[in-house]
């Protein structure tokens, strides 16, 4: 399974634009990014999936280059509420195990 | 919107006894997985069903730990005797599709506290 790199943590302000880069080098051919946001005390709540070139919905933004060893999570506009721990993770979408890292711990201030 | 259902949401117990946490997945999901989650690390699968079928337990400890999943829906994970390094976060998750196992639905979780 491939082995995925983000920032252990970032701080940003209400409204900004906040932008997590993953690092996932060892990636196949097979394999899909997902990203989870984690709130204090709650489980984890998938984001978004993607494979190749951008994907967005109504939470976040996905962009995938075309060699695929990277991906960045966008989160447009953010408020206090987005306070939350992103997780980046690859596998195979039939894979029978996905490995979630430490994530990235995201700190919004006023 | 459906929900991943687990109870309870708080146990404490002292080293050496029994506990169960219960989780009932969203209608319709075959596949199940139990989760244990440290505080600051990620989330550790411990054991994935397939229907009633465990299809991967090579994380769970075995010599404490158990998982049932009877008829194929809710699901029971108890630990015996339970240890101080048990205290963490666990988990219960349900995906709907096979094809689709990135993509899964949690539950609020059970906080153990051993002590």
């Known amino acids: 399974l491939a082995k995925t790199t983000q920032p252990i943590s970032m701080d940003s302000y209400e409204g900004q634009e906040v932008n997590i880069t993953c690092s996932h080098n060892n990636i196949a051919t097979n394999d899909y990014i997902t990203w989870y946001q984690q709130f204090p005390s709650q489980g984890p709540r998938f984001i978004i999936q993607?494979?190749?070139t951008k994907v967005t919905n109504e939470v976040a933004s996905l962009f995938i280059p075309a060699d695929r060893k990277s991906s960045t999570l966008s989160l447009p506009r953010v408020s206090l509420s987005d306070t939350a721990v992103y997780y980046c993770?690859?596998?195979?979408?039939?894979?029978?195990?996905?490995?979630f890292g430490s994530g990235t711990r995201l700190s919004i201030r006023p | 919107e459906a929900e991943v259902a687990q109870s309870p949401r708080y146990k404490i117990t002292e080293k050496s006894q029994a506990v169960a946490f219960w989780c009932d997945p969203i209608?319709?999901?075959?596949?199940l997985y139990w989760y244990r989650q440290i505080l600051g690390q990620g989330p550790e699968l411990l054991v994935q069903?397939?229907?009633?079928?465990?299809?991967?337990d090579s994380q769970l400890p075995k010599d404490r730990f158990s998982a049932e999943r009877l008829k194929g829906v809710d699901s029971t994970l108890k630990i015996q005797p339970a240890e101080l390094g048990d205290s963490a976060m666990y988990l219960c998750?349900?995906?709907?599709?096979?094809?689709?196992?990135?993509?899964?639905?949690f539950g609020a979780g059970t906080r153990l506290s051993v002590l």
């Open positions: 209608s319709g999901h075959a596949t």
């Open positions: 069903f397939q229907d009633e079928s465990v299809v991967d």
């Open positions: 993770l690859v596998g195979d979408s039939s894979a029978s195990k996905i490995i």
């Open positions: 998750a349900s995906s709907p599709r096979t094809s689709e196992l990135t993509i899964q639905y």
């Open positions: 993607g494979y190749k």
